[in-house]
Protein backbone atom coordinates (compact mmCIF):
# COMPACT_ATOMS: atom_id res chain seq x y z
CA UNK A 1 0.00 0.00 0.00
CA UNK A 2 3.13 2.44 0.55
CA UNK A 3 4.33 1.85 -2.90
CA UNK A 4 0.82 3.40 -4.09
CA UNK A 5 0.74 6.37 -2.01
CA UNK A 6 4.47 6.74 -3.21
CA UNK A 7 3.50 6.24 -6.27
CA UNK A 8 0.76 9.08 -6.32
CA UNK A 9 3.28 11.66 -4.19
CA UNK A 10 5.62 11.56 -7.27
CA UNK A 11 2.85 11.77 -9.48
CA UNK A 12 1.54 14.65 -7.77
CA UNK A 13 5.21 16.24 -7.41
CA UNK A 14 5.51 15.95 -11.13
CA UNK A 15 2.37 17.64 -11.97
CA UNK A 16 2.91 20.38 -9.63
CA UNK A 17 6.43 20.68 -11.00
CA UNK A 18 5.41 21.02 -14.53
CA UNK A 19 2.98 24.22 -13.76
CA UNK A 20 3.99 26.65 -16.33
CA UNK A 21 3.12 29.75 -14.03
CA UNK A 22 2.80 29.64 -10.23
CA UNK A 23 -0.20 30.59 -9.03
CA UNK A 24 -0.12 34.17 -6.97
CA UNK A 25 -1.80 34.23 -3.75
CA UNK A 26 -0.74 38.03 -2.99
CA UNK A 27 -2.28 41.09 -3.31
CA UNK A 28 0.94 41.87 -6.09
CA UNK A 29 1.27 40.03 -9.49
CA UNK A 30 4.82 39.71 -8.83
CA UNK A 31 6.17 41.84 -11.83
CA UNK A 32 8.69 44.37 -11.23
CA UNK A 33 9.16 43.99 -7.74
CA UNK A 34 12.98 44.09 -6.41
CA UNK A 35 12.81 41.02 -5.02
CA UNK A 36 11.67 38.71 -7.74
CA UNK A 37 13.50 35.77 -9.52
CA UNK A 38 13.44 35.08 -13.30
CA UNK A 39 11.70 31.83 -14.05
CA UNK A 40 12.17 29.82 -16.70
CA UNK A 41 10.54 31.25 -19.23
CA UNK A 42 11.87 35.08 -18.30
CA UNK A 43 8.84 36.21 -16.37
CA UNK A 44 9.30 37.05 -12.88
CA UNK A 45 7.42 36.46 -9.59
CA UNK A 46 7.86 37.96 -5.75
CA UNK A 47 7.00 34.04 -4.81
CA UNK A 48 9.55 31.27 -4.35
CA UNK A 49 9.92 28.82 -7.24
CA UNK A 50 8.80 25.64 -6.57
CA UNK A 51 11.96 23.57 -6.98
CA UNK A 52 12.86 22.24 -10.40
CA UNK A 53 12.24 18.35 -11.05
CA UNK A 54 15.89 17.80 -11.65
CA UNK A 55 17.22 19.65 -8.25
CA UNK A 56 14.63 17.58 -6.09
CA UNK A 57 15.94 14.25 -4.59
CA UNK A 58 14.27 11.68 -7.76
CA UNK A 59 12.74 8.52 -6.58
CA UNK A 60 14.54 6.01 -8.09
CA UNK A 61 12.23 3.45 -8.25
CA UNK A 62 11.80 0.83 -5.41
CA UNK A 63 14.55 0.28 -2.99
CA UNK A 64 17.14 -1.94 -4.06
CA UNK A 65 16.62 -5.75 -2.68
CA UNK A 66 12.99 -5.26 -2.14
CA UNK A 67 10.14 -7.49 -3.20
CA UNK A 68 8.90 -4.33 -5.91
CA UNK A 69 12.81 -4.59 -6.79
CA UNK A 70 12.35 -7.90 -7.59
CA UNK A 71 9.02 -7.41 -9.70
CA UNK A 72 9.65 -4.25 -11.39
CA UNK A 73 13.45 -4.45 -12.55
CA UNK A 74 13.81 -8.57 -12.49
CA UNK A 75 10.36 -10.25 -13.43
CA UNK A 76 8.82 -12.17 -10.62
CA UNK A 77 7.28 -14.79 -13.14
CA UNK A 78 7.93 -17.17 -16.00
CA UNK A 79 5.58 -18.61 -17.90
CA UNK A 80 5.21 -22.55 -19.51
CA UNK A 81 3.91 -24.25 -22.69
CA UNK A 82 0.76 -26.05 -22.12
CA UNK A 83 0.99 -29.68 -20.37
CA UNK A 84 5.04 -28.50 -20.16
CA UNK A 85 7.60 -27.79 -17.38
CA UNK A 86 10.64 -27.30 -19.10
CA UNK A 87 11.88 -23.81 -18.64
CA UNK A 88 11.76 -21.85 -22.18
CA UNK A 89 14.29 -20.14 -23.43
CA UNK A 90 12.57 -16.42 -22.38
CA UNK A 91 11.97 -17.99 -19.35
CA UNK A 92 15.38 -18.72 -18.68
CA UNK A 93 16.84 -15.18 -19.36
CA UNK A 94 14.03 -13.89 -16.34
CA UNK A 95 15.51 -16.40 -14.19
CA UNK A 96 19.23 -15.74 -15.54
CA UNK A 97 18.09 -12.10 -13.96
CA UNK A 98 16.47 -13.22 -11.11
CA UNK A 99 19.50 -15.45 -9.80
CA UNK A 100 21.80 -12.50 -10.38
CA UNK A 101 19.56 -10.49 -8.25
CA UNK A 102 19.42 -13.59 -5.48
CA UNK A 103 23.50 -13.17 -5.44
CA UNK A 104 23.53 -9.83 -5.06
CA UNK A 105 20.83 -10.23 -2.12
CA UNK A 106 22.38 -13.41 -0.42
CA UNK A 107 19.94 -12.98 2.85
CA UNK A 108 17.11 -13.84 0.71
CA UNK A 109 15.37 -17.08 1.01
CA UNK A 110 12.25 -17.22 -2.35
CA UNK A 111 9.52 -19.58 -3.11
CA UNK A 112 8.53 -20.45 -5.97
CA UNK A 113 4.84 -21.34 -6.61
CA UNK A 114 3.73 -23.69 -9.23
CA UNK A 115 0.47 -22.41 -11.14
CA UNK A 116 -1.23 -24.57 -13.61
CA UNK A 117 -4.34 -23.40 -16.02
CA UNK A 118 -7.97 -24.43 -15.28
CA UNK A 119 -7.88 -27.47 -17.70
CA UNK A 120 -7.28 -30.61 -15.68
CA UNK A 121 -8.03 -32.41 -12.94
CA UNK A 122 -6.86 -30.48 -9.87
CA UNK A 123 -4.84 -33.80 -8.90
CA UNK A 124 -3.07 -33.59 -12.57
CA UNK A 125 -2.58 -29.60 -12.23
CA UNK A 126 -1.02 -29.83 -8.51
CA UNK A 127 1.28 -32.37 -9.82
CA UNK A 128 1.98 -30.32 -13.05
CA UNK A 129 2.63 -26.95 -10.82
CA UNK A 130 4.94 -29.43 -8.86
CA UNK A 131 6.80 -29.86 -11.92
CA UNK A 132 7.04 -26.07 -12.52
CA UNK A 133 8.19 -24.96 -9.44
CA UNK A 134 10.66 -27.59 -9.47
CA UNK A 135 11.97 -26.43 -12.95
CA UNK A 136 12.56 -23.16 -11.78
CA UNK A 137 14.06 -23.95 -8.39
CA UNK A 138 16.97 -26.68 -10.70
CA UNK A 139 17.55 -23.87 -13.19
CA UNK A 140 18.08 -21.07 -10.35
CA UNK A 141 20.07 -23.97 -8.66
CA UNK A 142 22.19 -24.89 -12.33
CA UNK A 143 23.30 -20.76 -12.09
CA UNK A 144 24.54 -20.82 -8.69
CA UNK A 145 21.76 -20.02 -6.19
CA UNK A 146 22.18 -22.05 -3.18
CA UNK A 147 19.56 -24.84 -2.35
CA UNK A 148 18.98 -23.55 0.93
CA UNK A 149 17.17 -20.50 -0.01
CA UNK A 150 14.44 -21.76 -2.30
CA UNK A 151 11.76 -23.67 -1.49
CA UNK A 152 8.84 -24.60 -3.63
CA UNK A 153 4.56 -25.27 -3.77
CA UNK A 154 1.80 -26.16 -6.03
CA UNK A 155 -1.05 -24.25 -6.15
CA UNK A 156 -2.10 -26.30 -9.24
CA UNK A 157 -4.88 -24.53 -10.76
CA UNK A 158 -6.50 -23.41 -7.84
CA UNK A 159 -5.06 -19.34 -7.84
CA UNK A 160 -5.57 -18.03 -11.46
CA UNK A 161 -3.88 -14.81 -12.41
CA UNK A 162 -6.64 -14.14 -14.86
CA UNK A 163 -9.85 -15.64 -14.53
CA UNK A 164 -11.74 -17.23 -18.13
CA UNK A 165 -11.39 -20.06 -20.38
CA UNK A 166 -9.67 -18.61 -23.29
CA UNK A 167 -6.32 -18.99 -24.47
CA UNK A 168 -4.27 -15.32 -23.52
CA UNK A 169 -6.17 -16.03 -19.71
CA UNK A 170 -4.59 -20.08 -19.65
CA UNK A 171 -1.04 -18.85 -21.05
CA UNK A 172 -0.85 -16.18 -18.71
CA UNK A 173 -1.83 -18.76 -15.99
CA UNK A 174 0.49 -20.99 -16.63
CA UNK A 175 3.60 -19.88 -14.92
CA UNK A 176 6.19 -20.35 -11.93
CA UNK A 177 6.25 -17.06 -9.32
CA UNK A 178 9.26 -16.37 -7.59
CA UNK A 179 8.48 -15.12 -4.03
CA UNK A 180 10.44 -12.92 -1.76
CA UNK A 181 9.53 -15.08 1.99
CA UNK A 182 12.22 -12.57 4.09
CA UNK A 183 14.56 -9.84 3.17
CA UNK A 184 17.07 -10.95 5.48
CA UNK A 185 18.02 -9.94 8.15
Known sequence: ??????????A??????????????????????????????????????PQS???????????????????VNVGDRVFFDFDKSSVRPDAAEVLNRQA?????????????????DERGTREYNLAL?????????????????STNRIE???YGKERPAVVGATGSAWEQNRRGVTIVKNAGS
Request: neutral net charge.
Open 1 to 10: MSFKALSLLV
Open 12 to 49: TLFVAACATEPENSGATSGQGSSSSSANKAGTTSSQPQ
Open 53 to 71: VSSMSKPSGPAPGSVEDLV
Open 100 to 116: AWLRKFPNHVVVIEGHC
Open 129 to 145: GDRRANAVREYLISVGV
Open 152 to 154: TIS
